[in-house]
């Protein structure tokens, strides 16, 4: 897929990893739907990235919600042959916890957001690509899904977050298997730990104590970093059913 082509849908794009892809694919010369419940922040995110972008108040976990934005989305965009998937939140919590046992409403909430709706947005996307004119080698459009690695070692207190993004792994293989005959492609990605407002909320000790644990770069990960492995995978039409982790050869400790 040509980066000045790409006509894409963002979910999560207007902070963290989501808005550096948005504002990737825009300096690329694409254009951006942005899906996410921040009002505010979707508004400031618009107003930076310019014509190129709008943005739709988006709860991925309401079905016709989503399908009736991503229909809305291909046609201000004109047209969709892209969608990531960077929606996500941390659910952090002990299975059993000081006070009582996890809530099985946290647990669920996790799953929902994280893996339910990324399938959500995905087949509500896919439905909409199968119409696209095949480009070269036949391909009519590109699903990237944000996991973690989290999903293969998750820590104390992920037990929710590493399932539900253990599913977005498990489904990548799949998905791209079946959709391989529209010529839609599905990868995903799994970064290590990168520089999102969810870290930046973190003391100095903590976040100093994060970057000694990367073993090259010694650092966290840059957003733009993961905007660049999202570009490349686009790109790169031979990538499929892949899962990359992108994480500075960092493996998680139990805690």
């Not at 505010?40 to 930076?48: I, L, T, Y």
């Not at 399908?67 to 892209?82: M, Q, R, S, T």
């Not at 952090?92 to 996790?110: C, D, I, N």
């Not at 733009?224 to 990359?244: H, K, M, P, Q, S």
């Amino acid at each position: 897929m040509q980066a000045a082509s790409v006509r894409a849908i963002v979910t999560g794009g207007v902070s963290g990893l989501g808005l550096a892809v948005a504002q990737r694919i825009v300096a690329d010369g694409g254009r951006v739907a942005l899906f996410d419940v921040n009002d505010d922040k979707g508004a400031a995110a618009a107003a930076q990235l310019g014509d190129a972008v709008r943005y739709f108040r988006t709860d991925v976990t309401s079905e016709d919600g989503v399908a009736a934005n991503v229909a809305a989305a291909k046609e201000v965009l004109g047209g969709l042959n892209a969608l990531v998937n960077c929606a996500g939140i941390l659910g952090a919590g002990r299975v059993l916890g000081r006070e009582a046992p996890m809530p099985l409403a946290q647990f669920s909430t996790t799953v929902m957001v994280n893996l339910v709706g990324s399938f959500n947005v995905a087949k509500a996307a896919a439905a909409q690509m199968q119409h696209n004119a095949p480009g070269e080698d036949g391909e009519r459009g590109v699903i990237v899904n944000t996991a973690s690695v989290a999903a293969y070692e998750g820590q104390i207190g992920q037990a929710a977050y590493s399932a539900s993004k253990g599913g977005v792994v498990g489904m990548t293989l799949p998905m791209a298997r079946e959709l391989a005959r529209f010529g839609i492609r599905v990868n995903t990605i799994a970064p290590g730990i990168f520089w999102t407002p969810m870290v930046d909320g973190m003391p100095d000790e903590v976040q100093q104590s994060l970057s000694a644990s990367i073993p090259f770069p010694s650092r966290l990960g840059r957003p733009e970093e993961f905007a660049d492995l999202v570009a490349y995978v686009l790109g790169n039409r031979y990538l499929n059913g892949e899962t990359i982790r992108l994480d500075g050869a960092v493996r998680l400790a139990p805690k």
